[in-house]
């Protein structure tokens, strides 16, 4: 990828624009992976909805939906450009909000992002901040077929076909009229297609550098789950032409047309059909969730009774072990006084013993002075002629 062409030395504040579903993820992960910053504030990834992260700061975020709040609008719920009325007080909140959250940045690179599909509607504020601040602001847009956009946001949100293409056309509306004419300009499918040939076009408009494996890395085509290829059918009136719902990039001069090739295809009687279907969808699926939770409930209860049972018999269990300890500890102190009462009797028995082997030896030494008696010749004689005289 070849150098961005000599700008001024100051950052250049980016603000990535486009619809929700329309690929603005994929092009700011191609963006990172050229330098560009996005600040340490953002949205965390949603598995299934955007895996690798939706690269939008929550402050700006929050300050969009303010702004769309006080219009009585939602991001799923936009009026036309030219019926937008912002209340002055929200203006002037909305306009001191920018202001401190442009002054903090958004990363440290000579590129930072700012990208918000709310922007669409918002985007002219938001660049009246960077103008009164003197920040240097390009715009790039990101766009994506209409057909790719509504199939995208039915799979994510339960949108039908109908109201998701008129959503889009209203976004596309309210874009057309605030982007200007200086912004860039990428669609989904080339992004796809050849990421490291629209990087190296934006290079020669913004401070990017990036080798061709991280730019090529950092765009995950398995991620793209809807094709506008063959997603329309003929009666859609494309007239020899690429259908307009199939169409990426759509001129201004083409929305007049695009809203009635919606209309012929997904007509408002058929979109308020869908949605009363789709209602009664919803309906039974919350009675069958309802029921559901209805027996989890009565599970947990049942549970809660069996803890309940439990815990008392842990209390008779513990209350049995109490006393257990108590009869064990009396237990304890009758063997200890047995044992003091034995070891008393070992030693009377010793001393018993001691007394014993004392008259023993008294009764042998006794012996012994009678044997010498005995033995003497005129005396002994004399005894033993008497105890012979005693014999029976």
């Known amino acids: 990828m070849p150098p961005a062409s000599p700008l001024s030395g100051a950052p250049v504040l980016l603000f990535v624009v486009g619809m929700h579903r329309s690929g603005t993820s994929a092009l700011c992960a191609a963006l990172h992976a050229c330098g560009a910053t996005f600040g340490d504030r953002l949205l965390a990834p949603m598995a299934g909805v955007n895996d690798e992260g939706f690269w939008e700061d929550i402050d700006v975020v929050a300050a969009n939906e303010a702004l769309l709040a006080a219009a009585g609008m939602r991001w799923y719920a936009v009026s036309r450009s030219d019926e937008c009325r912002w209340p002055e007080e929200a203006l002037q909140r909305f306009q001191a909000c920018a202001q401190a959250i442009l002054q903090r940045g958004f990363g440290s690179g000579p590129v930072q992002v700012v990208k918000d599909p709310r922007l669409c509607i918002t985007l002219p504020l938001w660049l009246r901040a960077c103008a009164d601040l003197a920040v240097e602001a390009q715009v790039c847009t990101a766009s994506r077929a209409p057909i790719e956009v509504a199939q995208s946001l ?19 509306r309210a874009l057309d009229a605030a982007v200007p004419s200086s912004a860039l300009a990428v669609s989904f499918p080339e992004l796809l297609q050849d990421a490291s040939a629209v990087m190296s076009r934006l290079a ?24 506008a290829s063959g997603a329309v059918g ?50 039974t699926q919350l009675t069958d969730l309802g029921e ?26 513990g209350a049995w072990l109490e006393r257990a300890l108590a009869t064990v500890e009396e237990r304890d102190g009758q063997i200890a006084e047995l044992d003091r009462r034995l070891a008393d009797i070992g030693d009377m028995h010793s001393h018993a013993l001691q007394v014993i082997a004392e008259k023993d030896r008294e009764i042998a030494d006794k012996d012994s002075e009678i044997a010498e008696i005995y033995a003497t010749p005129v005396v002994g004689r004399i005894l033993r002629r008497v105890h012979r005289k005693r014999e029976p």
């Not at 799979?155 to 596309?172: I, K, Q, S």
């Open 154 to 172: 039915q799979r994510r949100d339960g949108f039908p076909l109908g109201y998701g293409l008129r959503l889009d056309l209203a976004y596309r």
């Open 204 to 227: 020669t408009q913004l401070p990017l550098q990036a080798g061709e494996d991280a730019v090529a890395a950092a765009v995950r085509c398995d991620l793209r789950h809807h094709s």
């Open 234 to 283: 003929s009666g859609a009136g494309a007239s020899g032409a690429l259908n307009l719902l199939e169409q990426p990039v759509i001129a201004a001069s083409e929305l007049a047309a695009l809203e009635a090739a919606i209309e012929r295809q997904y007509p408002v009687a058929g979109l308020l059909s869908e949605w009363a279907e789709g209602f009664v969808a919803r309906g």
């Open 292 to 317: 559901s939770h209805s027996r989890a409930l009565a599970t947990i209860a049942e549970r809660d009774a069996q803890i309940a049972d439990l815990d008392r018999r842990l209390q008779e269990t």
